[in-house]
């Protein structure tokens, strides 16, 4: 998959706003950046919408691992280098359900198992990645609301149809994507400055190539696709939008066969602070509802805060995982205190952009 640019613009727990140039055409210079926003605020409309519209086009079971998956971002890097490795790469079917029954992942991370380009953008975008699952977790509605007002743009632009990759069809009003009768899921690549129409939020915007042009192509606002991943896989379809309630539903049979012990309560998927594996929590919100459920004091794998700094107020991220390795190996660097890296969407954006002409987020 090509390499994602997320635009550095969203001011995220605290973080001042960067705007690219790039959002406007090469040779613009890059306005005034915005003032930060309080650590209480949520999330405005235009920093959702910039935050989903990579993967607000996917179909809606792969959408619902995405989303979940995010709020788990150790378990999201130890997967992907788990599948990384030459002698998970190749499995398939029962011999990927077996193999991965002992990892103590999240169904949703262990869904994303068959899907490593997936993976591998939210390692790469770790910043990304964290800064959705906070979002999904402190706003889950306006996250659902986001990814349905740009799926209604994306159908008013032309760009999202039902297709023989997947079914796009209307439920009281809400947008649904499902892939067709088959056993194979087809994973979307797209523009999203071009696949929405004219981007409402030019300081907003979803992210950039490197160069880009300046204005959408024909063939820019199309959607293309990957080769296709071959189904079943026991951990799919764990759960689905319930989008008129905002919620995600979980399919208990599914869950207790494949996660046993972990079960929520009732048919909606609740986060587990368990899973978190000590990443502290960087919203308010979060940090409030959830920073009980974790370690106390809080910590990540052995990382402290230092110098009287407590997660959740002054620190605005958690540490970083990409440079750790897979497996037992991540487990163990951050045990042994890995610095963090900078602001969320700090420096820029994310790196590995393309060259003008090119298609793709990947």
């Known amino acids: 998959m090509k390499s994602l640019r997320l635009l550095a613009a969203a001011a995220l727990m605290g973080i001042s706003a960067i705007?690219?140039?790039?959002?406007?055409g090469q040779d613009a210079p890059p306005p005034a950046p915005q003032a930060a926003v309080p650590a209480s605020a949520p999330l405005t409309q235009p920093q959702l919408d910039q935050l989903v519209a990579p993967v607000a086009l996917y179909d809606d079971p792969l959408l619902a691992d995405i989303l979940t998956a995010s709020t788990y971002p150790l378990e999201v890097v130890e997967a992907h280098r788990w599948v990384s490795e030459p002698d998970n790469a190749g499995l398939k079917g029962d011999a990927l359900t077996t193999a991965?029954?002992?990892?103590?992942?999240?169904?949703?991370?262990?869904?994303l198992v068959p899907f490593p380009d997936v993976l591998e953008n939210m390692d790469s975008h770790l910043d990304w990645t964290e800064s959705l699952g906070e979002a999904?977790?402190?706003?889950q509605g306006d996250v659902m609301d986001a990814v349905q007002r740009l799926r209604h743009q994306a159908e008013t632009a032309g760009t999202l149809k039902s297709s023989p990759q997947e079914t796009v069809a209307s439920d009281g009003g809400d947008v649904t994507i499902s892939s067709p009768p088959s056993d194979v899921i087809y994973v979307p690549d797209y523009d999203p400055w071009c696949a929405y129409g004219p981007w409402p939020y030019p300081i907003y915007g979803p992210y950039y190539y490197a160069p880009w042009n300046g204005y959408c192509g024909p063939d820019d606002s199309l959607v293309a696709w990957d080769a296709g991943v071959f189904l079943p896989f026991a951990y799919w379809g764990w759960g689905d939008f319930d989008w008129h309630n905002h919620h995600i539903r979980i399919d208990r049979g599914r869950y207790d066969r494949y996660h046993p012990g972990h079960e929520p309560a009732g048919n909606v998927w609740q986060h587990d602070p368990t899973h978190r594996a000590g990443v502290p929590y960087g919203n308010p919100r979060n940090v409030q509802q959830f920073r009980p459920a974790q370690e106390s004091p809080p910590s990540f794998r052995g990382y402290e805060g230092r110098d009287g700094d407590t997660f959740g107020s002054s620190r605005s991220s958690a540490p970083a995982f990409e440079s750790f390795g897979s497996g037992q190996e991540t487990r163990m660097q951050s045990e042994r205190g890995q610095s963090s890296r900078g602001g969320m969407f700090g420096g820029g954006g994310f790196g590995g952009g393309h060259g003008g002409g090119s298609r793709g987020h990947r």
Request: proline share 5%.
């Open 100 to 111: 991965l029954a002992g990892q103590s992942w999240d169904p949703s991370v262990k869904a």
């Open 19 to 24: 705007v690219s140039a790039a959002c406007l």
């Open 136 to 139: 999904f977790l402190a706003q």
